[in-house]
């Protein structure tokens, strides 16, 4: 194929993984439990009872792991670093063999002239922090300063960028409002202080990364695209109240240093507290991370509707917002819809919205599709190179239309522990067979390294 998509000079291309996702070995080099490994434990939380308990087994073979990186011929490669692998209870003692695990694969990534962009906190809380109420405690966000403290003090001689917090929303929402995600608590709006500690969790680490000199300091943020039902005035209230808990709640403090006023009565602070936490939660960031998969669409509940099943998560009711499933032509295999204009649609709306919009990054995107490998032994992916060449166009037509982008890491690398999911919904431009642990690259893994080596 010669028609490949073209971005900007420059452009950096990469992958993503998270810690929990792939890497396995969960009682290895004293790693202390997280969340995750108390929720995949209990039954009825995954699909399938699957867990992260081996994963990928990226903790021991992630060196071959590397050389398919390599061969990919990524700029950029987006991983997360395990805070209890550091700090198995959280706070305190420090795990040397963990910091070495990091230390070895950073100078791996280095070896093989592979950008490490370190994520470093993707959801698997130490379960020690969470016995003493997790994010819903204020000490969770220094412990996590403290926690980039020692991380940086190891790596930051090599690591240039970094990531702070992976989708602080989809953790406050899907694991504290609802039971969906670790640690599954259910509070609804009570969740509230998820977000401002994540938040503050997000302040405390830009303050340490740049006191230690990082050169490049950003987020990694979901965003889901809201679109209204209908342009009656009760379904755009509806859609407004959705982007501010889904979007605004978090991008607003970060982004323009204030809270959405509607929901500043829930964040548990007084004023002058606020003005302090939101100078630290809005510093200066040198890249946005947007990670988009797929656009919501919100009315406003009818009376006596059963919106059971309509969309991917199930809200309680008496909620003042309803999900419906996105009329989109195509879905993936996970049932997500395939809306590349709304990535479009979001960059430009972030741009509109925030006049001091750093550089985004696209920090994740990417679709599950169960293809596996057929009588010829090679997995013939075609609709994830069609979904990720729609994307990379909707990244091309944002630039064009003045956003700038710098980069598009997909998710993911590798087929990996899809959270509640389990291990069915397969994210990879790599096969995994998670019975013998068989790495098969995709067809979208040659098109992917061809894209790259396509560019200006
Ligand atoms: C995102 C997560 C990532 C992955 C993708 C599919 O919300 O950040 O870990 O599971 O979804």
């Given at each position: ?322 999900l419906l499933p996105y009329p989109s032509e195509e879905r993936t295999d996970f049932g997500w819809a395939i809306a590349p204009d709304q990535l479009t649609a979001i960059l430009r709306e972030l741009r509109e919205r925030y006049p001091n919009l750093p550089p985004v990054v696209i920090t994740e995107g990417g679709a599950s599709f169960h293809d596996g490998p057929g009588a010829d032994g090679a997995v013939h992916d075609a609709r994830r190179i069609a979904y990720l060449d729609a994307h990379l166009r909707a990244v091309a037509d944002a630039v064009a239309a003045g956003v700038d982008v710098r980069g598009y890491y997909t998710w993911s690398a590798f087929d990996n522990f899809e959270w509640a999911a389990g291990n069915d919904e397969r ?30």
């Amino acid at each position: 194929m010669t028609d490949l998509p073209i971005l900007p000079s420059g452009f950096r291309f990469g992958a993503s993984t998270a810690s929990y996702q792939i890497e396995g070995a969960v009682d290895e080099d004293g790693r202390g439990p997280t969340i995750w490994d108390t929720f995949t434990h209990e039954p009825g939380r995954i699909r399938g009872g699957d867990t992260g308990d081996v994963a990928i087994d990226h903790y021991h073979r992630w060196e071959g792991d590397l050389d398919l990186l390599a061969e990919l011929g990524i700029h950029d490669y987006r991983f997360s670093i395990a805070w209890s692998r550091i700090l198995p209870q959280g706070t305190g003692a420090v795990e040397p063999r963990g910091l070495a695990f990091y230390d070895r694969l950073v100078d791996g990534l280095l070896a093989r002239g592979i950008r490490p962009v370190p994520t470093l906190y993707h959801w698997d809380l130490p379960q020690a922090l969470e016995d003493r109420g997790g994010w819903l405690s204020r000490d969770t966000a220094e412990a996590l300063g403290d926690y980039v403290g020692v991380v940086v003090d190891r790596l930051g001689d090599r690591v240039r960028d970094w990531i702070t917090l992976n989708e602080m929303s989809v953790q406050t929402l899907y694991g504290y409002a609802l039971t969906d995600h670790a640690p599954g608590r259910g509070l609804g709006f009570g969740a509230l202080p998820v977000a401002h500690h994540q938040l503050l969790a997000h302040g405390h680490a830009v303050a340490r990364l740049r006191a230690a000199g990082a050169e490049r300091v950003g987020v990694a943020q979901q965003h889901f695209p809201v679109v209204p039902a209908s342009g009656a005035m009760e379904d755009l209230v509806a859609a407004g109240t959705f982007a501010a808990i889904t979007n605004w709640l978090f991008a607003d403090p970060l982004l323009a240093g204030r809270y959405p006023e509607e929901l500043r009565p829930l964040i548990p602070v007084d004023d002058a507290q606020l003005a302090e936490d939101l100078a630290l939660i809005s510093a200066p960031l040198d890249f946005y991370g947007v990670n988009y998969y797929e656009p919501m669409l919100v009315e406003a509940p009818r009376e006596g509707a059963d919106y059971a099943g309509a969309a991917e998560v199930d809200l309680p009711e008496g909620l003042p917002f309803a999900l419906l499933p996105y009329p989109s032509e195509e879905r993936t295999d996970f049932g997500w819809a395939i809306a590349p204009d709304q990535l479009t649609a979001i960059l430009r709306e972030l741009r509109e919205r925030y006049p001091n919009l750093p550089p985004v990054v696209i920090t994740e995107g990417g679709a599950s599709f169960h293809d596996g490998p057929g009588a010829d032994g090679a997995v013939h992916d075609a609709r994830r190179i069609a979904y990720l060449d729609a994307h990379l166009r909707a990244v091309a037509d944002a630039v064009a239309a003045g956003v700038d982008v710098r980069g598009y890491y997909t998710w993911s690398a590798f087929d990996n522990f899809e959270w509640a999911a389990g291990n069915d919904e397969r994210f990879g431009l790599v096969y995994v067979d998670y019975a013998t642990q068989e790495r098969i690259r995709k067809d979208s893994f040659a098109w992917y390294r061809d894209v790259i080596a396509a560019q200006p």
